[in-house]
Nanobody, 119 residues
Framework: QVQLVESGGGLVQAGGSLRLSCAASRSIFSMNAMGWYRQAPGNQRELVAVITGGDRTMYADFVKGRFAISRDNAKNTVLLQMNSLKPEDTAVYYC?????????????WGQGTQVTVSS
């Protein structure tokens, strides 16, 4: 099992920036993928960005060109740099780890961090 702890959320004005951090309790080097998801009140959880074990990145259309995901294997950390934030980016952001163990796939989630963008 792996535990994930997010940090870096907060209140920011539209056009501002935040950097979210996800710290894993063990090595992320062998993870199939690490990702960020978000959930706004009344909405389903949605994918924001993913980075694979081979450092391929994928982004939701609504954040392309504004957000950047990266990973630091030495620190067991995944980052999400969020620029040009919009009020519609307001949500709880969750870190996800997708990995295999004993030929089974698992997903681990953090507790979430609130991001609020004011207009």
């Amino acid at each position: 099992q792996v535990q994930l702890v997010e940090s870096g959320g907060g209140l920011v004005q539209a056009g501002g920036s935040l950097r979210l951090s996800c710290a894993a309790s063990r090595s992320i080097f062998s993870m199939n993928a690490m990702g960020w998801y978000r959930q706004a009140p009344g909405n389903q959880r949605e994918l924001v960005a993913v980075i694979t074990g081979g450092d391929r990145t994928m982004y939701a259309d609504f954040v392309k060109g504004r957000f950047a995901i990266s990973r630091d294997n030495a620190k067991n950390t995944v980052l999400l740099q969020m620029n040009s934030l919009k009020p519609e980016d307001t949500a709880v952001y969750y870190c996800n780890a997708n990995y295999y163990r004993d030929s089974k796939m698992y997903n681990a989630w953090g507790q979430g961090t609130q991001v609020t963008v004011s207009s």
